[in-house]
């Protein structure tokens, strides 16, 4: 198996709920670390660059406006197929799909305010780890 890292947001209901450390514990269980991490309020013009690939779908309005709705955590995570791990441990989109002790299942609401985001392959992950962070902001660690 391959170290990869991927992007991972905490998304404005998670923040709002204060259970970012949390959040963070279950990454840090499953054996990913964290080599990068801000707080950032996006706009509506980031929040649409970044879900683009969206732009299509009929959700794509709804979820810009829940993205810029509060601050998000974007945060890095590295380890040992760590695409597809941060995903188990996210949970299912929707909520009510998720397997019990997921991110999701604990502490997501609705299909549109579900905690968090991870990204979904190789590809997008690169894009989307360099859609927040420069090479300086991101860590080398133990
Ligand atoms: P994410 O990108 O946030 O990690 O979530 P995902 O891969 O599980 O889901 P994706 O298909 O990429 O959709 C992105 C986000 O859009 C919202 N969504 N709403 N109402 C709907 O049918 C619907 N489908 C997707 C979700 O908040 C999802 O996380
Ligand atoms: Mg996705």
């Known amino acids: 198996m391959a170290v990869e890292r991927t992007l991972s947001m905490i998304k404005p209901d998670a923040v709002a709920k204060n259970v970012i450390g949390e959040i963070y ?47 998000i955590m974007a945060q890095v995570l590295e380890g040992e197929n760590a695409i597809a791990k941060n995903r188990e441990v996210m949970g299912a989109t929707n909520p009510k799909e998720a397997a019990a002790g997921t991110i999701r299942a604990d502490f997501a609401d609705s299909i549109d305010a579900n905690a968090v985001h991870g990204s979904d392959a190789a590809e997008t992950a690169a894009q989307e780890i360099a859609f927040f962070f420069n090479a300086f902001e991101l860590c080398d660690r133990p």
């Open 25 to 71: 514990s279950r990454f840090e269980k499953a054996g990913l670390r964290i080599v990068a991490s801000k707080m950032v309020q996006l706009s509506a013009e980031d929040a649409g660059k970044f879900y683009a690939v969206h732009k299509e779908r009929p959700f794509y309005k709804d979820l810009c406006d829940f993205m810029c709705s509060g601050p």
